[in-house]
């Protein structure tokens, strides 16, 4: 089965995602399960039509909550 394109806006909303994990979960830690918790979280505010400081309020909440903590 062929991978169905995505459009363009499913593309912005994927770029604003990737950028709000950059920007905030660059240098912490995360179980490898957990990545798609975070995507996910920045997804659904970005398919409601999120602005990006709504996208990077919802993964900044997700990191924090899924970060594995060093003590």
Not at 9 to 23: I, P, S, T
Request: with cysteine.
């Amino acid at each position: 089965m062929a991978t169905r394109r995505l459009t363009k806006q499913e593309k912005l909303n994927q770029a604003a995602v990737e950028a709000a994990f950059k920007k905030h979960g660059t240098g912490r830690q995360f179980n490898i399960f957990d990545l798609s918790k975070i995507n996910n979280a920045g997804n659904e505010v970005a398919k409601r039509g999120g602005s990006q400081d709504e996208i990077e309020a919802a993964v900044l909440s997700a990191c924090e909550q899924y970060e594995i903590k060093v003590a």
